[in-house]
Nanobody, 115 residues
Framework: QVQLVESGGGLVQPGGSLRLSCAAS????????MGWYRQAPGEQRELVAT???????NYSDSVKGRFTISRDNAKSTVYLQMNSLKPEDTAVYFC?????????WGQGTQVTVSS
C-alpha cells in the first residue's frame, strides 16, 4: 500500500524560501511520475509541478522560474524547492504519485506566506 508523507511546510515571509519533501513507500518509486499540487482556501486543487520517471519536469506558469521540483530515486523522495515566495503561494501542498490510471495523494502540508 502506497504511503506519501510530506514535510517542510510552514510560515515564511514574502521573498523567502522553503523546501518541501515527500517520502514515498510501498511503490517502486523510480517508475512513477511524481507531482506537487496545491489548494488554497475556497479554490480548486491546482498543479504546481510534475517530474517524470526520466526526470523531465513541468511547471505551472505561476511558479515557473521560482520553484524547482526534483527527485532522489534512491531515497524514494520528491522535493519542491520554493524561492521568492509570494502571499498567493499560500496553500496546502499535496504530493501526488501517478502511473497510468493509478494515482495516490499525501495528506498535505501547509505553506503560509505572510509578513
Amino acid at each position: 500500500q502506497v504511503q506519501l508523507v510530506e514535510s517542510g511546510g510552514g510560515l515564511v515571509q514574502p521573498g523567502g524560501s522553503l523546501r518541501l519533501s515527500c517520502a514515498a513507500s510501498g511503490i517502486i518509486f523510480g517508475i512513477y511520475t511524481m507531482g506537487w499540487y496545491r489548494q488554497a482556501p475556497g479554490e480548486q486543487r491546482e498543479l504546481v509541478a510534475t517530474i517524470l520517471s526520466v526526470g523531465i519536469t513541468n511547471y505551472s506558469d505561476s511558479v515557473k522560474g521560482r520553484f524547482t521540483i526534483s527527485r532522489d530515486n534512491a531515497k524514494s523522495t520528491v522535493y519542491l524547492q520554493m524561492n521568492s515566495l509570494k502571499p498567493e503561494d499560500t496553500a496546502v501542498y499535496f504530493c501526488n504519485v501517478k502511473k497510468g490510471a493509478y494515482e495516490s495523494w499525501g495528506q498535505g502540508t501547509q505553506v503560509t506566506v505572510s509578513s
